[in-house]
Each structure stands twice: as structure tokens, then as C-alpha cells.
């Protein structure tokens, strides 16, 4: 039994791989180095050399990709919330998502060009490390600012008591801001729209730049060059499949924080799904900051080179030198170059040449640029089309979608390392990929919700929204919140009880806010006959929609979407670091996300901050300006950003043909070697030892 298993081994083997049992005795026969041995200085243990190993770190690097990428999609799972507590406009929103996109393409090329050539583990350690002052610069705007005083004035701490009978004259005053004035506005408020906290934002975005392209660039080349080629692609895509996980759960966080009030020490007196609730988006910044932390510390501890790669290295330079391949030899020896300002100009000019490389940058950023504000503003778009809360819409965005995408990402990974295929089938079939994104964006636009369509419309005088009609043109409603109110009927929403006319309020016995005297609603049956004349009542909150049939076709189509995606990502990675030399792959991927973030992560957010900008129909107003959008036009939002995106993937895809084009001689996996040749190489170091 024992001869048949091992000829069944031998059959299973491919030609030129050493059995296990021959690498662990050359592993345990090599002298280990400064190089090959985990530790900071003297903190070095044989306990610690234990976890010096690919698993330990594709397992590790995988599992704080999850929490860094939950930093990211934390941050746009809060979006809406940020926006209304501090009066923030989206293209202003879009232009502090970019501060680390900025960083990045000022300091990525030249960073990982001297980084690559460095202990590259310690390096991620020190950028990972910026992203944790990311998380706590993100929280600290609460914690200058504190919940706002909208908020405050809607908890029972503060006065507002179901009872109005039990509320101080102040608070009285803050309840009939929203009501008709005739004899004078509510007066703007002048902390409204303040630049401090916005520069804040943006400075802790700025500083995280660094430390992604570090963590990007630095662990997979680390990856690349100590895992057997065979071996990557299903190594890289488990790391990505781990990574996947991060958005899902960052959205779930913030779906979670923003199940609790902004100041979770106080009683609000309104629901989650009335549009002035804003959530705790601070504390999900301090779980995730002490999270990368400790992991950002632990993965600094391994070497600059695993001790098995270094066998293999080592086994490889023997098995060249002894067929005389000089130029082979050359190449894999790989010297370390001393880095200079003319080398690093030298090696990003040889890039710039490389037709491969640049066409599959090329498709990446128009694939970037065309899936921006799905990533970016997907909540925004779930809570304005599908009219969903921002706790539900963070919450689906998370898990619905991402979990497709990180199976694709495992499945195309585990395909790809058993039949090895081609570099042209590799790059065919991101071709085919582009043309299903492209049919399934320009899908989304039939899915919108024409009832909320109409609900919204409802507010449309002569096909435009008149916020100042006849009906409340003494109303004096220019600095009054958006508030909306729905008639009894549920079929017309107005911005607020000022908006409609609305005069009074009572509270009735469940509850419920009912405005009267509004000037701008029928009275209705009155006596058995209807008067159309104004004076009649409405509801506090918008009039409810049932949109959730479109809503599930919807989520149905993005998760088809991002699974086949996904299935590209493997060949991407392996096409931009098999088509440069070696000693090429930290600055190759670095050079790659200057480009991307130069024409991709930097005005992708800008220009679709400001598609969505151009479609809202009611804006907050503050003593500066404008402030943040509270309604947009669904139907114009849905044609305007879908067929937009569409357009930048099909540019993109053009380009993964010239990637099929030019990859026809490029080899992906290792040359396979005669296992003659792999018995003289063992032969040779046992004699040299």
C-alpha cells in the first residue's frame, strides 16, 4: 500500500516540484539569517519562527485586509449621516473622500520604489499605522462638536416631551420653527456648514493614503515573491476573499451604530426612520482603530524573507547555474540595486513602454471611475431610490453584494491555480466580464420606484419645485429643516409644516405630531361636502412608499454583478505583476495606483458628487449657503448616474481587449523543469554542505 500511495504522489506531481518531504529537509538544512527570521531586533523567539510561513501570512495579511477595508466601507456607510450633521453638500463630501487618493498619488510611486527594496512587512506596519490615526481623526469631529443642537432638541432630556403641555417656553419656540411665520422667518443658523470639521475629515483621509498603497503594493509583491507561482493565484484570492469580508462587515457596523441615537445617553423622541435621525457614526471608529492596531503591530513581526522561499530561491539559482543560462541566472539572483533618483526615473519610463501593463491600467480606471458611485454613495442611492433607512441601506450594501463578490473572488482563485490557463483566456474572459457589468448597469435604470416617483412629484408645481406658492408665500420658510409632512390621504408630501401653510399642531393620543390650519390642504369633507379651500391637516413624516419589489430585483442584479466581477480580480493581478521584471513589481503596482488615483480615485468622487448634486430638488440652507440635499429627482438621478457608469466600464472593457491583444506570449506560472535536473540541483547543495 505504502509503494502504491507514493506512485500515486509521483503520478500527482507535477514535473520539477520537490515532494514535502524533500523541501522540509532542504528547509531544515538552511541556515537561517537576519532575513529569514520573525522578530523586532532582539524580540526573536523560536516560538515566533513558527509562524514564519506563507499560511500564517496570507492568513494574517488577509484578515487585517477585512478590517482595513472596514475602515473604508464604515466611512460610506456613514456618508448620509455626516452629511446632515454637519450641513455637508455630496460634491463636498466626494472632495474629502479623496484626500487619501490625493496622498496616493503623491507619494505612492516614490514611496513603494524605496520601500520595495526595504523589509517590506515593517513598512506596512508603519502605513497601517496612519490608518489607524485615520479612524481616530474621523472620530474626533464628534467629539469637538458633540451631537449638534438639531439633535439635542429632539430628545427628552433636552425638553421635548410628548406632552406639550410639560415643554419650556424654549422648547415650544424650537417646535413651531417648523410652522407658517407670517410675521417673521426662523433666522439661519450660523454653525451650520462649519469648514473645521470638514478639513478634519479630509486630513484624516489624506494621512491613510500612505498607509494604503503601502499595504496594497508592499503585501502582495511580499506574497508574490515568497509563494510558488502554481500556488498564487489561489493563495492571492483567499487573502482577497478575506479582504471582501471587511465591507460587509463595515457596512454592519454601521448599520449597528446607527441603530442608536448620535448621543446614546439621551432619549430621542423620534425613530429611526424619520429623516432627522442621526446615528452614533462616532463609535465605530474607535473598535476599528484598536483592531488595526494590534493586528498593523503583529504583521511588522515577520521577515523580510520566508525561510522556505528562500530554499526554493536558493534551489532555482542552482538549477540555472548548472544548465548556464547567464541571463537567467542574472534575473534570479535579482541583486539589489541601489536606489537613486535616475534609476527610479529609469524604471518608471520602462513601465510607461510596457504595452501590457499600461492597458491593464488603463481598464482598471475606467472599471474604477465606472463603479465609483456604487461603492462610494450606494447607501445614498438605496435610501433615495428604494426609499430604505440609512441603517437598512448600510446593512444590505455590506452583506447582500459582498458576500457574492468574495466567493467569486475564491472561486476564480481556486480555478485559475488547478488548470492554470493561458495568459489570453486570463484576459478573454475580463472582456467578457466587462460586457455583463455593462448590460446590468444600464439595467438599474428600469429599476427605479415610480411610487416614490410620484410621491415626489406631488411637490412639483409646472413640471419644477416651487418651494414659495401662493398658498405659503407669507409663510417665510427659507431657513426652516426639512421636515416632511404627509397629508391624510398619503398621497402628497411637503417639505415641511411651513411648506404646506400649517399654522398649529397637537399631539394626539398615539403620539403622532398633527399639524392644522395649513393653508395649502383642503379641508376635505366638511359637513358632508368638500371644501377645497386650504385649512386642513397633515402627519408628521413622508407619506409611506412600498418600493420593495424593484428593490429586490435590484439587489438581485447587483449581487449577479458583483460575483462575476469578482471572477476578474485573479487575472488583473496576475497580468500586472507576470509582465514586468521581478525587481519591477513593488514600483509596478505603486506607478499603478499614482495613475489610478491621478485619473481615477481623485475625480471619480468629485464628478459623481456632483452628478448627484444637479439632481436634488430640495436643499438645506444655512447662514454660508447650501447645505446638505434632503430630496432628489429619482427618476433623473437613476438615467444620469447608471448610463454614466455604464459608459466608463465599456471604455474600459475596449481596453482589456488590448490586454488580450498584447499578453499572447506571456507566461503566467513557472517553467516546469525535468525532474533529472531538480535531483543534480539537490545533489550539488548536499555535496556544497
Known sequence: MADKSEKNGDAKRRPGELTPEEEEQLYRDH??????????????????????????????????????????????????TIEKRFKIP??????????????????????????????????????????????????????????????????????????????????????????CRPEGGVPCDSSAGSLAPQLILFGANFIAGIGGSLYYTLGTSYMDDN?????????????????????AIGYSLASLCLKFFISPSLTPTITTKDPRWL???????????????????????????LPRAAVRRMIEQERLRAKGDKAALAAAENPPERTSLSDMMKTF???????????????GIFYFVGYSP???????????????????????????GLVFSAVGILTSGLVISKFRPRARYLAGWNVIVGIVTVMGMVS??????????????????????????????????????????????????????????????????????????????PRGNVNGSWVSEGGGEVLAGSCPVDCMR????????????????????????????RCVDEKDKPVAMGFGLTLMSLLAFVPAPIFFGYLLDSTCLVWGKTCAGTGNCWLYNGESLRYMLNLTSAAFVTVGTIFDAGVWYFVKDLKIFDEEVKPKEVEDVQEKIVLEE
Not at 151 to 177: D, Q
Not at 295 to 302: D, E, N, P, R, S
Open 31 to 80: 541556515p537561517l539569517t537576519d532575513d529569514t527570521t520573525c522578530g523586532y531586533g532582539p524580540m526573536r523567539s523560536a516560538f515566533l519562527q513558527k509562524f514564519a510561513n506563507k499560511k500564517a501570512f496570507v492568513f494574517l495579511y488577509g484578515i487585517l485586509g477585512c478590517v482595513y477595508s472596514a475602515t473604508y466601507s464604515y466611512y460610506n456607510g456613514t456618508i448620509t
Open 90 to 179: 455630496s460634491k463636498t463630501i466626494g472632495f474629502i473622500s479623496i484626500g487619501n487618493d490625493i496622498s496616493t498619488m503623491l507619494v505612492s510611486a516614490v514611496i513603494t520604489y524605496y520601500a520595495g527594496r526595504g523589509h517590506r512587512p515593517r513598512w506596512m506596519t508603519f502605513g497601517l499605522y496612519t490608518v489607524v490615526a485615520f479612524c481616530l481623526l474621523n472620530a474626533l469631529p464628534h467629539l469637538l462638536y458633540g451631537a449638534g443642537q438639531d439633535s439635542l432638541m429632539l430628545t427628552r432630556e433636552y425638553g421635548a416631551t410628548a406632552n406639550p403641555n410639560e415643554t419650556s417656553e424654549l422648547i415650544e419656540e424650537e417646535r413651531r420653527k417648523v410652522l
Open 227 to 247: 509563494i510558488k507561482k502554481s500556488k498564487t493565484p489561489a493563495l492571492i484570492s483567499l487573502s482577497y476573499f478575506l479582504r471582501m469580508l471587511g465591507p
Open 279 to 305: 446615528g452614533a457614526w462616532w463609535i465605530g471608529w474607535m473598535v476599528l482603530a484598536v483592531m488595526l492596531f494590534v493586528m498593523a503591530t503583529v504583521i511588522g513581526l515577520f521577515p523580510k524573507q
Open 349 to 363: 519610463k520602462r513601465l510607461l513602454r510596457n504595452s501590457t501593463l499600461m492597458c491593464n491600467n488603463l481598464a
Open 374 to 400: 456604487y461603492w462610494i454613495f450606494m447607501p445614498k442611492y438605496i435610501e433615495t431610490q428604494y426609499r430604505q433607512s440609512a441603517s437598512v441601506s448600510s446593512l444590505v450594501t455590506g452583506t447582500v
Open 444 to 521: 438599474y435604470v428600469f429599476l427605479g420606484c415610480d411610487a416614490g416617483d410620484a410621491t415626489t412629484r406631488s411637490l412639483l408645481h409646472s413640471g419644477e419645485l416651487s418651494e414659495v406658492t401662493k398658498c405659503n408665500a407669507d409663510c417665510n420658510c427659507d431657513y426652516v429643516p426639512y421636515a416632511p409632512v404627509c397629508t391624510a390621504d398619503g398621497r402628497t408630501t411637503f417639505i415641511s409644516a411651513c411648506h404646506a401653510g400649517c399654522g398649529n399642531y397637537y399631539i394626539n393620543d398615539n403620539g403622532t405630531k398633527v399639524y392644522t390650519e395649513c393653508s395649502c390642504v
Open 550 to 577: 424593484p428593490f429586490i430585483t435590484f439587489l438581485a442584479i447587483v449581487c449577479l454583478l458583483k460575483f462575476v466581477g469578482s471572477t476578474g480580480r485573479a487575472s488583473n493581478f496576475l497580468v500586472s505583476v
